[in-house]
């Protein structure tokens, strides 16, 4: 079955970076664009980041433009976010995701706080 397995999440001061990693099984990731998405508490998941199935196309949400990086190693079935210059607005679970045979599969999510 698929399965998304998100890590790298923690706390780090404003400034900060981090970077989050998705490894994907039980489908075959070269052929899927991928997302990360994040939720903050009392707020609707948004769409922070898109790659395409080669990694030729990327998007992001305004709020994280010239911030973050999407990225991916479909030799390693993974794809990560590279976060730079986070700020405490960006606290929020960040969850991986994708959407295969019109369903939509998440990963269980990881934590990101901004805080001093």
């Known amino acids: 079955q698929v399965q998304l397995v998100e890590s790298g999440g923690g706390l780090v001061q404003p400034g900060g970076s981090l970077r989050l990693s998705c490894t994907a099984s039980?489908?075959?990731?070269?052929?899927?664009?991928m997302n990360w998405y994040r939720q903050a508490p009392e707020k609707e998941r948004e769409l922070v980041a898109t790659?395409?199935?080669?990694?030729?196309?990327?998007n992001f949400a305004d709020s994280v433009k010239g911030r973050f990086t999407i990225s991916r190693d479909n030799a390693k079935n993974t794809v990560y976010l590279q976060m730079n210059s986070l700020k405490p607005p960006d606290t929020a679970v960040y969850y991986c995701?994708?959407?295969?045979?019109?369903?939509?599969?998440w990963g269980q999510g990881t934590q990101v706080t901004v805080s001093s």
């Open positions: 995701h994708v959407t295969r045979f019109g369903r939509n599969y």
């Open positions: 039980g489908f075959t990731f070269k052929n899927y664009v």
């Open positions: 790659i395409s199935a080669d990694g030729s196309s990327k």
